[in-house]
Protein backbone atom coordinates (compact mmCIF):
# COMPACT_ATOMS: atom_id res chain seq x y z
CA UNK A 1 0.00 0.00 0.00
CA UNK A 2 1.51 3.42 -0.93
CA UNK A 3 0.22 6.88 -1.07
CA UNK A 4 2.16 10.15 -1.91
CA UNK A 5 1.35 13.90 -1.88
CA UNK A 6 2.81 15.85 -5.02
CA UNK A 7 2.48 19.50 -5.52
CA UNK A 8 3.61 21.55 -8.57
CA UNK A 9 4.72 17.89 -10.07
CA UNK A 10 7.65 17.58 -7.46
CA UNK A 11 6.94 14.42 -4.91
CA UNK A 12 6.79 16.31 -1.30
CA UNK A 13 5.40 13.30 1.08
CA UNK A 14 5.53 9.39 0.24
CA UNK A 15 4.30 6.45 2.41
CA UNK A 16 4.86 2.74 1.53
CA UNK A 17 3.53 0.01 4.14
CA UNK A 18 4.51 -3.54 3.15
CA UNK A 19 1.85 -5.77 5.18
CA UNK A 20 4.00 -9.03 4.84
CA UNK A 21 7.05 -7.41 6.69
CA UNK A 22 5.30 -4.96 8.54
CA UNK A 23 7.90 -2.22 6.86
CA UNK A 24 6.95 1.24 6.86
CA UNK A 25 8.80 3.22 4.75
CA UNK A 26 8.11 7.19 4.23
CA UNK A 27 10.01 10.40 3.20
CA UNK A 28 9.45 14.17 3.66
CA UNK A 29 11.32 16.16 1.21
CA UNK A 30 14.32 18.05 2.67
CA UNK A 31 13.68 15.60 6.32
CA UNK A 32 14.65 12.40 5.18
CA UNK A 33 13.69 8.83 4.52
CA UNK A 34 12.87 6.22 7.45
CA UNK A 35 11.96 2.47 7.67
CA UNK A 36 9.80 2.09 10.67
CA UNK A 37 10.96 5.09 12.13
CA UNK A 38 15.13 4.62 11.32
CA UNK A 39 16.57 6.86 9.19
CA UNK A 40 17.35 5.30 6.01
CA UNK A 41 20.33 6.27 3.18
CA UNK A 42 20.28 5.92 -0.68
CA UNK A 43 23.19 4.08 -1.82
CA UNK A 44 25.85 6.15 -3.79
CA UNK A 45 26.08 3.74 -6.95
CA UNK A 46 28.03 5.39 -10.11
CA UNK A 47 26.04 3.58 -12.69
CA UNK A 48 22.51 2.74 -12.53
CA UNK A 49 22.87 -0.73 -14.02
CA UNK A 50 24.51 -1.52 -10.56
CA UNK A 51 21.59 -0.43 -8.32
CA UNK A 52 18.86 -2.65 -7.23
CA UNK A 53 15.45 -1.27 -8.67
CA UNK A 54 12.37 -2.74 -8.09
CA UNK A 55 8.58 -1.93 -9.50
CA UNK A 56 5.63 -3.87 -9.65
CA UNK A 57 3.49 -3.56 -12.69
CA UNK A 58 0.07 -3.85 -11.08
CA UNK A 59 -2.60 -6.04 -11.97
CA UNK A 60 -3.13 -4.40 -15.65
CA UNK A 61 -2.12 -7.28 -18.33
CA UNK A 62 -3.49 -5.24 -21.18
CA UNK A 63 0.37 -5.82 -23.38
CA UNK A 64 0.37 -2.08 -24.01
CA UNK A 65 0.16 -1.46 -20.44
CA UNK A 66 2.84 -3.93 -19.31
CA UNK A 67 4.53 -2.35 -22.54
CA UNK A 68 5.02 1.16 -21.23
CA UNK A 69 5.61 0.03 -18.14
CA UNK A 70 8.46 -2.34 -19.32
CA UNK A 71 9.58 1.13 -21.10
CA UNK A 72 9.81 3.19 -18.77
CA UNK A 73 11.57 1.18 -16.09
CA UNK A 74 14.68 0.58 -18.68
CA UNK A 75 14.76 4.43 -19.34
CA UNK A 76 15.25 4.25 -15.70
CA UNK A 77 17.81 1.78 -15.26
CA UNK A 78 19.58 3.05 -18.21
CA UNK A 79 19.60 6.95 -17.66
CA UNK A 80 22.67 8.47 -16.09
CA UNK A 81 22.87 9.12 -12.42
CA UNK A 82 23.10 12.39 -11.32
CA UNK A 83 24.54 12.85 -7.31
CA UNK A 84 21.39 14.36 -5.35
CA UNK A 85 21.81 17.02 -3.54
CA UNK A 86 22.07 16.32 0.14
CA UNK A 87 19.43 18.37 2.30
CA UNK A 88 20.90 20.42 4.88
CA UNK A 89 20.29 19.10 8.38
CA UNK A 90 17.91 20.68 10.44
CA UNK A 91 18.86 23.52 13.03
CA UNK A 92 19.26 22.15 16.17
CA UNK A 93 16.81 22.80 18.60
CA UNK A 94 17.60 25.37 21.46
CA UNK A 95 18.17 23.61 24.80
CA UNK A 96 15.31 23.38 27.38
CA UNK A 97 15.41 25.52 30.21
CA UNK A 98 16.19 24.28 33.57
CA UNK A 99 13.63 22.72 35.10
CA UNK A 100 12.40 24.66 38.25
CA UNK A 101 13.71 23.99 42.11
CA UNK A 102 10.37 22.55 43.55
CA UNK A 103 8.99 24.73 46.16
CA UNK A 104 9.53 23.84 49.65
CA UNK A 105 6.08 22.31 51.49
CA UNK A 106 4.46 25.25 53.73
CA UNK A 107 5.68 24.87 57.36
CA UNK A 108 3.25 24.10 59.65
CA UNK A 109 2.85 27.06 62.21
CA UNK A 110 4.72 27.49 65.03
CA UNK A 111 3.21 27.53 68.13
CA UNK A 112 4.18 29.83 70.79
CA UNK A 113 4.12 29.27 74.88
CA UNK A 114 1.29 28.64 76.39
CA UNK A 115 -0.66 27.42 73.15
CA UNK A 116 -3.70 24.91 73.99
CA UNK A 117 -2.59 21.73 72.57
Given at each position: MCVA???RRAPVVGVVFNPVTEELYSAVRGR???CNDRPIHPSYVSEMTAACVATEFGAARDPRVVADKIRVMH???LAPVTPAPRAPRPAPRAPRPAPRAPRPAPRAPRRGLGASF
Open positions: LVVGAFAVV
